[in-house]
């Protein structure tokens, strides 16, 4: 083949690779995919920053944002993107480093919400990790990079970034060189560097020193940083005058721990110039240590076990019986629920119907054995709650969650949910003679595991719903109503205040 016809085959070949990445039909070079955190600053950018990311990145991108400010509001984004992960902000930790914690692909990448990406941005940046096995690190040309990566560019739309930077990758497709230091607003890395020298130091309180500083670390571990020729992404330049007198102490001694961490002494440093100083030989400094990166340790949700009956008959098909159950399991938000359905199989003709291994639906026939069940049911499961639910009755998603918090957290045996107002209860529930039996719905009742909490019946004057007259050495308390209704006294078994 002669060197024309070769010349004209390469071309060829790149035109076509060129249109497959512009396109988004090419996969990313490498098999996991990537895990793509992103630092959650300013709400009006945050959305749109996601939303890019997931048109342009891939369908194996794994999303996690962390909200960088108390005031960030993160519940709009975690409805918009449900198939991300986000991580709300904590006064004293760095969110950041508990995200990259949970990194568990190969490669990973760190961003702030004023980027702006475009077709084929993440594996333009992986390509140098296949070019060359030492590149640990790899960042695109931006406005927040030092010295002559530093770019600041104007754009009106998308479209004229899109073209902006589809121009460039055509231009100087794959070229990219070292550099000592990175320390902007988009970045890449492996995993497997991250497990090596940690996370990021917070203590330096400016973003661009605490990248700067990382990179500085993963050099004396022998990687190799570099810059991409070929790929620019846009960052959003926000007004922070206002914002940088408040933090100016602040940057100051970040500025001072990143000078004295490095023997830099007094070295000049503007990092929103992009002057920021390097050793001149990192090597020959000695190691710094990492930030360990630790997933915090969750308690354990406590189990409750949900007794489920029905007290009438369901007027409902097997297919409504079964979309009904669902929908009461789906709604609440507790954790960890055991769900068990005590059936009168004389009255409920219904078949069985699926359930999860830890739970069990239980059919007795007839009603003095369907109420004998009920009253036995906590002693057949090992949880450290029980709380009964009507199927014909309506709760909000947090019920469980609410009357299960109100008996771990507080001293009574067995804890009565009010509705809204004390009128709406049974006239037994509000306040009684000391020697008069209380008599509790039972739709609202939850107790400790372990006891036996007394003898269910139904109430005399619905003939519909069920009633617990619970036993007089069982310590009673209440939640929800007026505020006055919750302070009753009784001498059997005595009441508490919650």
Not at 190 to 200: A, K, M, S, V, W
Not at 461 to 473: D, F, I, K, R, Y
């Amino acid at each position: 083949m002669s060197d024309s016809n070769h010349s004209v085959r390469n071309e060829r070949l790149a035109g076509r690779y060129s249109y497959l990445e512009r396109e988004g039909l090419l996969p990313l070079p490498v098999q996991d995919g990537i895990t793509v955190v992103v630092e959650l600053r300013y709400a009006a950018w945050a959305g749109e920053c996601l939303n890019l990311l997931q048109q342009h990145s891939g369908a194996s991108i794994s999303l996690i944002g962390v909200a960088m400010d108390t005031d960030f509001p993160l519940k709009p984004l975690a409805e918009a993107f449900p198939g991300a992960a986000f991580i709300p902000y904590e006064p004293g930790k760095y969110g950041v480093n508990e995200a990259l914690a949970y990194a568990g692909t190969s490669f990973v990448a760190l961003l702030e919400d004023s980027v702006m990406v475009t077709p084929g941005w993440v594996g333009n940046l992986l390509w140098p990790f296949i070019d060359d096995p030492s590149v640990r690190v790899a960042a695109p040309r931006s406005s927040t990079e030092p010295g002559e990566a530093r770019e600041r560019l104007h754009f009106g739309t998308e479209q004229e970034l899109s073209a902006y930077v589809t121009h460039s990758l055509g231009r100087r497709q794959g070229e990219w060189h070292e550099a000592p230091v990175l320390c902007g607003s988009c970045l890449v890395f492996t995993r497997e560097l991250l497990q090596r020298i940690g996370g990021f130091d917070s203590t330096l309180v400016k973003r661009q020193l605490m990248v700067a500083d990382w990179c500085l670390r993963a050099r004396q571990r022998g990687a190799r940083l570099v810059l991409s020729d070929a790929l620019y992404v846009h960052s959003l330049q926000p007004l922070l005058e206002s914002r940088a007198k408040a933090e100016h102490e602040d940057l100051q001694d970040g500025v001072q721990a990143y000078l004295a961490k490095w023997g830099l002494d007094h070295s000049a440093v503007n990092v929103e110039e992009g002057i920021l100083p390097v050793p001149p030989d990192v090597s020959a400094l000695p190691p710094r240590p990492g930030i360990m990166l630790e997933k915090p340790t969750a308690a354990p949700v406590p189990l409750v076990t949900a007794v489920v009956y029905s007290e009438r008959p369901l007027m409902l098909t097997p297919e409504e019986f079964c979309e009904s159950q669902k929908k009461l399991q789906g709604q609440q938000s507790y954790g960890n629920i055991r769900w068990v359905w005590i059936r009168d199989s004389r009255r409920d003709a219904l078949p069985e119907y699926p359930v999860r291994e830890q739970d069990a639906v239980i059919a007795v026939q007839g009603e003095d054995s369907w109420l004998h069940a009920l009253e036995n049911a906590a002693a057949l499961y090992d949880s450290e709650i029980v709380v009964y639910l009507s199927a014909s009755a309506d709760y909000d998603s947090h019920y469980v969650k609410r009357i299960a918090e109100a008996v771990l957290h507080g001293s009574a045996d067995l804890v009565v949910s009010r509705a809204d107002s004390a009128i709406e209860e049974p006239a037994s529930v509000q306040g009684l003679p000391p020697l008069i039996p209380v008599k509790l719905p039972l739709e609202r009742i939850a107790h400790r595991s372990g006891i036996v909490p007394g003898r269910i019946t139904r109430q005399k004057a619905s003939g519909h719903g069920l009633q617990l007259e619970p036993q007089p050495s069982l310590a009673i308390g209440y939640i929800g109503g007026p505020p006055e209704a919750n302070i009753l006294t009784r001498c059997s078994g005595g009441e508490v205040r919650l």
